[in-house]
Every structure is written in C-alpha cells, then in structure tokens.
T-cell receptor, first 113, second 116 residues
Framework: GEDVEQSLFLSVREGDSSVINCTYT??????LYWYKQEPGAGLQLLTY?????DMKQDQRLTVLLNKKDKHLSLRIADTQTGDSAIYFC?????????????FGKGTSLLVTP | GAVVSQHPSRVICKSGTSVKIECRSL??????MFWYRQFPKKSLMLMAT?????????EQGVEKDKFLINHASLTLSTLTVTSAHPEDSSFYIC????????????FGPGTRLTVT
C-alpha cells in the first residue's frame, strides 16, 4: 500500500514538549493509532483517535487530527527520558483484512537530560 | 490483560531449512491474527491475516507457499518460513485484535529470524 509518512528522528530536552507528526494515506480510515516501541520490546498501544474527532487528550498525550490534510500528530507534554523510544503512527485498513494496520516507518524520539 | 506471546524470540537457522514461529493470545480468544514483518529502519509491513478455521489471506507480493500460516485454535497462529534464505532474515511480529475495543491490537514481542 501507500506509505504513511513520519519524520525519522526527533530529539528533545527533558521537560520540553515533543511533537511527532504523521501523514496518512487512507481518508476512509476509521481509526488512527500511535504505538510505542521501546528497544528490544514489542509494540505498545499509546492512544488512538476515531476519525470523526479532531483532538484527544490522555494525560500527557494529545492527539490532533486534521482529516482534510490527512495529518495526525502526537504531542507529549513534559517529556521524560523514559519516553525515548520509536513511535509509530498507524491507520486502520478498511479492507477484508479487518483491523489490520498500515504503519509509518516510525519516529525515533531521543530525550536528553 | 490482552497479552500476546511469540515463540521463539530469536532463532538462527541455516539456508534451506524451515522455521516455525508461534503466536499465542494468552488471555483472550482471537479468531483473527495478523503477521507483520519489520525490516531495519523500515516500517512494519502486513504480510497476512490468519483466520481460525479457514485459509489465511496474504497481502500482495507475499508468497503463500513460502510463508505458511496455520491458525490451529482460537489462541494460536503459526507462521512457518519454508526453505529459508538470508533475505528472509527479519523481525516478525504478530498481533491480535483485542475483543471489545475499537480495533486496538495486542502485539507479540516479535521474533528475530537470522538465516545464515
């Protein structure tokens, strides 16, 4: 399928906010997700947003969705060193595959003290 | 809750041999499971959808005779890489939809396959 686009690398200082951006491909995607992958570990669902929403906030995480531009962003407030990981944006594939996902390449977030 | 395990976590095999990777949902049933492949510095790519009680659905470009999928029960799907070659070396991850959620999936920890 087409590529979900993400910047590959982001570096922020501890305590600052991080914003990870994503451009997805399928305007009919029902759900959009953010997953986190720590080194040597599997994928962990961070949050998701339904396509009819513009924003979702969950503690330090804020997801913004611009359906017109097919743009999704994840903001992490008060970023901590433990937030260092790879963050994947994913769109739900509306096909016979059911809930399968189309992932971006991942953004590697490095949080420095 | 909603834990998916994979076994083995890491495997090294010789060219020409076959390798089986197991994906288990530990505390929920999964009539569908998904197999992804992750290349270095690249995204996860959906390989196939595993369906309990029926044939797997493969994505375009994935050889079904090379990547055999069997969904033996409501908690187990296996991926067998047949006649493995070095280019099959990769990180394979499975996932299963979590019942009662908005399409969220539980992912296994992944299996690192190295073919020598």
């Amino acid at each position: 399928g087409e590529d979900v686009e993400q910047s590959l690398f982001l570096s922020v200082r501890e305590g600052d906010s991080s914003v990870i951006n994503c451009t997805y491909t399928d305007s009919s995607s029902t759900y959009l997700y953010w997953y986190k992958q720590e080194p040597g570990a599997g994928l962990q669902l961070l949050t998701y947003i339904f396509s009819n929403m513009d924003m979702k906030q969950d503690q330090r995480l804020t997801v913004l969705l611009n359906k017109k531009d097919k743009h999704l962003s994840l903001r992490i407030a008060d970023t901590q060193t433990g937030d260092s990981a790879i963050y994947f944006c994913a769109e739900s594939l509306n096909s016979n595959s059911g809930y399968a996902l189309n992932f971006g390449k991942g953004t590697s977030l490095l949080v420095t003290p | 809750g909603a834990v998916v395990s994979q076994h083995p976590s890491r495997v090294i095999c010789k060219s020409g041999t076959s390798v089986k990777i197991e994906c288990r949902s530990l505390d929920f049933q999964a009539t569908t499971m998904f197999w992804y492949r992750q290349f270095p510095k690249k995204s996860l790519m959906l390989m196939a959808t595993s369906n309990e009680g029926s044939k797997a659905t493969y994505e375009q470009g994935v050889e079904k005779d090379k990547f055999l999928i069997n969904h033996a029960s409501l908690t187990l799907s296996t991926l067998t890489v047949t006649s493995a070659h070095p280019e099959d070396s990769s990180f394979y991850i499975c996932s299963a939809p979590i019942p009662g959620t908005s399409g969220s999936q539980a992912f296994g920890p992944g299996t690192r396959l190295t073919v020598t």
